[in-house]
Nanobody, 121 residues
Framework: QVQLVESGGGLVEAGGSVRLSCVAS????????MRWFRQTPGKQRELVAS???????NYADSVKGRFTISRDNAKNTVYLKMDNLKPEDTAVYSC???????????????WGQGTQVTVSS
């Protein structure tokens, strides 16, 4: 049973920093891309950042220069370092991971439950 568990959320003041972690467990298969999303009530879920199995990254324009995604393949973990946080970054942050088959092709995407990040002004 694959599980993705996020941690590191909480309350932080504007201008502060937080590092989120997402640990994937329950399968020995390879993980291709991993991503962080965020969602606030009444808004569509937004892709914040992604990282391929090879380490190539991509960011939403709203977080470029402030957020950094990274991963530790040995630990099946993806991180999101968030600096210079703004009140508009307040959201539930969730991760997902693309699991690969024996040929490395993505066959299923799993999601975590999310962790709340609240940025006070």
């Amino acid at each position: 049973q694959v599980q993705l568990v996020e941690s590191g959320g909480g309350l932080v003041e504007a201008g502060g920093s937080v590092r989120l972690s997402c640990v994937a467990s329950g399968s020995g298969r390879s993980i291709n891309a991993m991503r962080w999303f965020r969602q606030t009530p009444g808004k569509q879920r937004e892709l914040v950042a992604s990282i391929t199995g090879g380490g190539r990254t991509n960011y939403a324009d709203s977080v470029k220069g402030r957020f950094t995604i990274s991963r530790d393949n040995a630990k099946n973990t993806v991180y999101l370092k968030m600096d210079n946080l703004k009140p508009e970054d307040t959201a539930v942050y969730s991760c997902n991971a693309d699991y690969g088959d024996t040929l490395g092709r993505t066959y299923r995407t799993y999601w975590g439950q999310g962790t709340q990040v609240t940025v006070s002004s």
